[in-house]
């Protein structure tokens, strides 16, 4: 019974800027990871970025230097902060939550949002 909630997408100029954020909401005890996934029409879902509880944190190669993942534990929100847009970042966006099982098989789920949105235009 974990939720997650997208909101900051839209539409922006090449150059542009938006941020995202994605609050998980429920029966949450601890968290593995959060990030965001993006897919376009016809292709497979991607990698965009992820941080663990932790702070560490993973990038697709494609927004190295121009997008930022950050999370408040507290809240239980991650935002990703893309600068910089191109056109080619124009995909639905899903916020994903990984969910620790067992603690000591160390198993684990994945949650999704429902998408959000973000169209650069040139």
């Known amino acids: 019974q974990v939720q997650l909630v997208e909101s900051g997408g839209g539409s922006v100029q090449a150059g542009g800027s938006l941020r995202l954020s994605c609050a998980a909401s429920?029966?949450?005890?601890?968290?593995?990871?959060m990030g965001w996934y993006r897919q376009v029409t016809g292709k497979q879902r991607e990698l965009v970025a992820a941080?663990?509880?932790?702070?560490?944190?993973n990038y697709a190669d494609s927004v190295k230097g121009r997008f930022t993942i950050s999370r408040d534990n507290a809240e239980n929100t991650v935002y990703l902060q893309m600068n910089s847009l191109k056109p080619e970042d124009t995909a639905v966006y899903y916020c994903?939550?990984?969910?620790?099982?067992?603690?000591?098989?160390?198993?684990?789920?994945?949650?999704w949002g429902q998408g959000t949105q973000v169209t650069v235009s040139s």
């Open positions: 429920g029966s949450i005890f601890s968290i593995k990871a």
């Open positions: 941080i663990t509880s932790d702070g560490s944190t």
């Open positions: 994903h939550v990984d969910l620790p099982l067992d603690r000591v098989s160390g198993s684990w789920y994945r949650n």
